[in-house]
DNA sequence: CAGGTATTTGGCAAAATAGCCAAACAGACA
DNA sequence: TGTCTGTTTGGCTATTTTGCCAAATACCTG
């Protein structure tokens, strides 16, 4: 296969990588409402702060957030607003799943 | 966490999974163009014809496509016609990282 | 029914991902 | 500087995902 075609749906699939896990599903909801710190999406997830701040170190990496230290936290905030979009069609399909 | 959250979550997660691979991002390109029989994106694909089989169920399980067989082929299209505004956004997330 | 084409399934090995702990780092502030 | 808080990184194991081959299945056609 092409070179480059391939390195499109590399890229394309990184993304949606970054999206593919419950806990990650969640950051993006958070953050949705705003910019937070990894404390309090560490508190929302439930899970270990090293785990969490691997999950946003995934997410950043595949463009989706961006993060700023201040004083000495981070906080990470949605890099996309269209990204929120694609919620609203998963939402779609889960709603035509459960009508079956 | 509430029990009820968690399966939403995973839900929502599991659409992700679906496209979190670059055979299946093409897939869904392929599929963007109207209905395709599996031997049809195994030569796009690529892959062992096994292999796309697979791929085709984890996105059929995922309510991304749906299978019709007619003689000895089973065809496959696209479920939801809001996924490909997915790719719109995932095209502007990846245009935004390049003008970086 | 026999043989051919198209697809799915089982099984296995390789690769990628997840999550925890411990250790390292960065900034604030006494 | 020493210590405290917040975060990231390294390292390890456990789990999940991927992809091939071989075998099973489904349907058509002679």
Request: net charge positive.
């Amino acid at each position: 296969m092409d070179i480059k075609i391939k390195n499109r749906l590399e890229a394309r699939a990184k993304i949606f990588k970054a999206l593919a896990h419950p806990s990650r599903v969640l950051i993006v909801e958070e953050l949705a409402d705003g910019e937070r710190c990894v404390c309090d999406l560490t508190e929302k997830v439930g899970a270990d702060i090293s785990t969490v701040s691997k999950h946003l170190s995934v997410m950043k990496n595949a463009g989706l957030v961006l993060d700023e230290k201040r004083a000495n936290q981070v906080f990470y905030r949605l890099r996309m607003p269209c990204i929120l979009k694609f919620f609203d069609c998963v939402e779609t399909v889960l709603e035509d799943l459960k009508n079956e």
